[in-house]
């Protein structure tokens, strides 16, 4: 009995501590970030035209039943494939594994990426790439779907945070090939989180 005890207490402590809070100053700070980088016409992916009248991009509001902890299985066996984009470059991607998590009380999962190239760089070494789709595109979001930057996780769950989701350089500019989203990526829910729509 002592053993049960003590092994839920370890379940517990572990569940506990490999979940994280949904911190809206993070999100803010996202939102700031991304609008002064594409502000900036050294790292914007603007038009010239739509540089000069840029002022925000539009967000839906932030809202924390968009941020979830996602249960982590590291993929195992997979080969190396060409991820199609808009363009004719094919990008190197590996499938580094899935998340499992609920929204709105639906059980759903997404599969995330790794850049092979990237991954060979030391800001990238741990960067993990998770491309997405749902009802909203088309619609109120980019059609092409949207993407949200994350971080090889240390243990058996991840941290994803749909408010931070934002749009592919090519939903501005023509000139930029982007990866298209993975068809086992289209989510059949709406995800009224990140970025919307440009224009």
Known sequence: MKNVIAFLVLLLVNFCFGQKKFDQKETEKFQKTINSEYADPKTSPLMEEDLKTFKALDFYPID?????????VKAKNEKVFEMKTTGTRTPQYIKYGTLYFTLNGIALQ????????????AAYKDHLFLPFSDLTSG???????????LKIPKGNTIAVDFNQAYNPYCAYNHKYSCPLVPLENDLKVEVKAGVKTFH
């Not at 997404?110 to 760089?121: D, G, P, Q």
């Not at 619609?139 to 930057?149: A, C, H, L, P, V």
């Open 64 to 72: 924390s039943k968009y941020f979830v902890n996602a249960k982590f």
């Open 110 to 121: 997404l599969n995330v990426y790794r850049n092979i190239e990237l991954s060979k760089t």
């Open 139 to 149: 619609k109120e979001s980019y059609i092409g779907g949207r993407y949200i930057d």
